[in-house]
């Protein structure tokens, strides 16, 4: 078991950045495929980006490439979302997941591919 924790949330301007963090601990002895996911009031948890657990690729939806980058520090046990040029269509609560099974990094896009959640982390982008 993994247990996830999410921090670096909150209120900035459009065109502002911030970066979010995804700390795990528990059993960090397996190696994980971690993605952020976001959920705006009303509407479906999506999909952000990904980044696989061996060759370290990555993935973003459309919606984000070329401004949020995704990134992880074993040593630490984290992953980071870096976010730049943020939009207020980017006001979500962000959420990082987990999973230790094997995919391949195009069925990674889906909620149901992640084993662990956490709680989450605000993001509010004001315009």
């Known amino acids: 078991q993994v247990q996830l924790l999410e921090s670096g949330g909150g209120l900035v301007q459009a065109g502002g950045s911030l970066r979010l963090s995804c700390t795990c601990s528990?059993?960090?002895?397996?190696?994980?495929?971690m993605a952020w996911f976001r959920q705006a009031p009303g509407e479906e948890r999506e999909f952000v980006a990904v980044?696989?657990?061996?060759?370290?690729?990555?993935y973003y939806t459309d919606s984000v490439k070329g401004r949020f980058t995704i990134s992880r520090d074993r040593d630490q046990n984290t992953v980071y979302l870096q976010m730049n040029s943020l939009k207020p269509d980017d006001t979500a609560v962000y959420y990082c997941?987990?999973?230790?099974?094997?995919?391949?990094?195009?069925?990674?896009?889906?909620?149901?591919?992640?084993?662990?959640w956490g709680q989450g982390t605000q993001v509010t982008v004001s315009s």
């Open positions: 997941g987990a999973t230790p099974r094997n995919a391949i990094l195009s069925t990674l896009w889906q909620r149901d591919a992640y084993d662990y």
């Open positions: 980044i696989k657990k061996r060759t370290v690729s990555t």
């Open positions: 528990g059993d960090t002895s397996s190696d994980y495929n």
